[in-house]
Structure formats: structure tokens, C-alpha cells
């Protein structure tokens, strides 16, 4: 039987969903479910992922994982890897993955997919479809002469199980011989938000140009409190430094993937659509009616945001109880 290797990442030791996504997937493959999970709280990770269907956890606790360092994760990751031998592994396109993982092919001399939201495991033949052209076409990708497929997964596009708490895994620790450095963190700043990361989030709601002015995005904030969104932004609005970079969705911003997209005050540019055309469910609210956004969006309001956000707020707000 083959084995599927899923990086599993955490916050505290909390799974992110995207890491629930694949061991589900891993599980519904048939093969052997081993993960792997970094860093303080690894240890507490990994009770979850056996509940998500991992068989094997191997966990690395050491301290200098808490913070990303390319050096130390790959040295990690490869560790295990080596011990493991899977034939495929499975990680989420989170910005870590998709620093490290190029990294961890290029060492082992293997393939790998990034960027994915189809994925097809059968015994170890993986196939996965990827967006190309920012979102224009899509790319099916198949492995040749791959000994270990590495597939990185957009989260939110895959469903996962309830956990199942009578699921047990033998669980292994490994001590980390720390690399010879050639860069160091020195600091990691924390962005202020309480809020999930865009790429996480289940639901965005996203403003543009056409709020105005940056005081004008407490609308938003206003609405995204009510649904228990995270705020997103186009590049128009990042560029005027009404919003922080950080809430960039598109091509040169974050890829996001939630089940809900509102979509206030923007076009539609086709960057703009490369990052969160994968969306489940894209709302626009937006004056003018042939604005492209209306092209890619599953539900269109035509008006003036400043009349339809604080009555969507309203509404809202009294469905959900708020
Ligand atoms: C190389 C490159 C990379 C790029 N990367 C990105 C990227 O990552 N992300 C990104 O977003 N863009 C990106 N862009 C920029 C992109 O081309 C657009 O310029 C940008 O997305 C436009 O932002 P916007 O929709 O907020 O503004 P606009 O295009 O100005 O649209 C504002 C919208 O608001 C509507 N509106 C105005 N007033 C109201 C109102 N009262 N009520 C309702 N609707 C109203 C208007 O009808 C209009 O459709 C990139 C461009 C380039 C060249």
C-alpha cells in the first residue's frame, strides 16, 4: 500500500482547515495516512490529526520551527521524509509551502504540483487540475518518473469530515540537528487582526475603488463582524494606502478560496478575478451593470453600495441574531 503524506500546518496547535482537507483526502484515497506537524504545539496538533484520519504523526517540536526559516524547515521536513519514504505528499498552498516545498522537490530531484484545487489519488498515481493564465484555463498536471508527488492544495476546496475522537495514531517525536544557518529571523511582526487570514477564511468580503475613501471601509468591517468575515481588498485600494497589502486579493495579492465572496466596489479586473475566482459563492454589489465582476459573480446587486451594504448589515444582523 502506498503512503500519503500530508504537512499538516497549525496555529497553537489548532489544524488549519486546509490541513483537514487533505487528510480527509489522503483517507478517501485508501492509502496509508501519515502527517507531520511543526513547532510548539506540534505535540497537541497531533491528537487532531488522528482524529482526521492520520495513522502515523511524526512531530517536531523544536522552538526554532515557530517562526518560518526556510533552512530549518526543509532540514525537518526532509528528515522525515527520508524515514517515511511516502509516495505522495500533500500540503496546502499556504505562502510557507510554497516557499519550502520547490525547495524540498528540488532536493529530493522529484515533481511537484502547486496551486492546485482538483485532486485525484489512486493507489500512488496523483492527478490535479490547477488555474493557469490567472484563472483563464485550467492545467491538468500528471507525474512521470516521480518517485514522491508533491501536490500543494488551495485550501477550501475540499470537504471535511467531523472529527472522529476514537481515532487513535502512534505518534512519533524527532529531535531537529539544526543546519549550519546561512539566514536567521530575527523578528516576526504579527499583523494586528483578530480575524482569520484571507487565505483561510470561509467568507470575504472585499471592497474597492469605489468605497471612496479609506474611512469608508468601516462599512465593511461593519458587515464582515456581522457574518464573522475577513475583509479583503483590491489593488486599487492598497495602492491609495486606505488598507494594508496584506488584504490584497489577486494576482499579486493573496489567492483566496471561501465558500462566500462580496464582492463591494470592484470591477472585476482580471487580476483581481485571479485571486478569488475559485470562490464557491461570489455576491456583487457594484452601480454599474456592465462591470466584469457581474461576468464571474453567482449573485449581482446593482446599486449604490452606501444604500445596499449597511441595509445587507441590517438584514443580517437580524437573521443571524447578531
Ligand atoms: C501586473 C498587475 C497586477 C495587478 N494585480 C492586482 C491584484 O492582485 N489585485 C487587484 O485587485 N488588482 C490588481 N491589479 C490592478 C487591476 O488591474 C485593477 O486596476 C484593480 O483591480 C481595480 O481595482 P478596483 O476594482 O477597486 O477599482 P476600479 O476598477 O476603479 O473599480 C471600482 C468599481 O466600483 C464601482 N463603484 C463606484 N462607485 C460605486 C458605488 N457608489 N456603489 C457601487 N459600486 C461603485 C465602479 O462601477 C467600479 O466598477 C493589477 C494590475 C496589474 C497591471
Redesign the pocket.
Known amino acids: 500500500m502506498s503512503k500519503v503524506f500530508v504537512f499538516a500546518e497549525h496555529k497553537n496547535g489548532a489544524l488549519k482547515r486546509g490541513a483537514m482537507e487533505l487528510l480527509q483526502a489522503a483517507q478517501k484515497s485508501g492509502n496509508t495516512v501519515v502527517a507531520m506537524a511543526v513547532g510548539t504545539g506540534a505535540d497537541k496538533a497531533a491528537g487532531e490529526m488522528a482524529h482526521h484520519g492520520a495513522q502515523e504523526v511524526h512531530v517536531v517540536k523544536d522552538a526554532s520551527l515557530d517562526a518560518y526559516n526556510p533552512e530549518i524547515y526543509a532540514a525537518a521536513v526532509s528528515m522525515v521524509l527520508e524515514k517515511v519514504q511516502p509516495q505522495v505528499l500533500l500540503a496546502s498552498a499556504t505562502s510557507t509551502a510554497r516557499d519550502l516545498f520547490p525547495r524540498i522537490a528540488a532536493r529530493m530531484k522529484t515533481g511537484i504540483a502547486s496551486d492546485c484545487t482538483e485532486l485525484t489519488i489512486s493507489g500512488d498515481n496523483v492527478t490535479a487540475k490547477k488555474p493557469v493564465y490567472s484563472g483563464k484555463a485550467f492545467a491538468a498536471v500528471a507525474f512521470e518518473n516521480s518517485p514522491l508527488k508533491i501536490v500543494l492544495m488551495r485550501a477550501n476546496q475540499l470537504p471535511v469530515a467531523a472529527a472522529d475522537a476514537s481515532k487513535t495514531a502512534n505518534v512519533v517525536e524527532h529531535t531537529l540537528a539544526k543546519p549550519d544557518l546561512k539566514t536567521i529571523i530575527k523578528e516576526v511582526v504579527k499583523g494586528t487582526s483578530e480575524k482569520l487570514d484571507l487565505t483561510e477564511a470561509n467568507i470575504i468580503v472585499s471592497g ?3 468605497l ?1 475613501e479609506a474611512s469608508n471601509f468601516k462599512l465593511l468591517n461593519d458587515l464582515a463582524d456581522v457574518l464573522g468575515a475577513t475583509v479583503g ?5 492598497v495602492d491609495a494606502g486606505w488598507v494594508s497589502h496584506g488584504m ?6 493573496k489567492t483566496v478560496a471561501p465558500t462566500l465572496y462580496i464582492a ?9 478575478l ?2 478569488m475566482s475559485g470562490s464557491k459563492v461570489i455576491v456583487a ?4 451593470p456592465g ?1 466584469p ?1 457581474f461576468q464571474k459573480a453567482t449573485y449581482g446587486i446593482v ?4 444604500d ?1 451594504v449597511p441595509k445587507l448589515t441590517e438584514e443580517f444582523r437580524k437573521a443571524l441574531k447578531h
Open positions: 474597492g475603488r469605489g471612496k481588498a483590491s489593488r486599487a485600494v490584497q486579493v489577486g494576482q499579486t495579492g463591494v466596489g470592484v470591477s472585476g479586473a482580471i487580476q483581481h485571479a485571486g454589489i457594484n452601480n454599474d462591470a465582476i446599486g449604490d453600495l452606501f445596499v
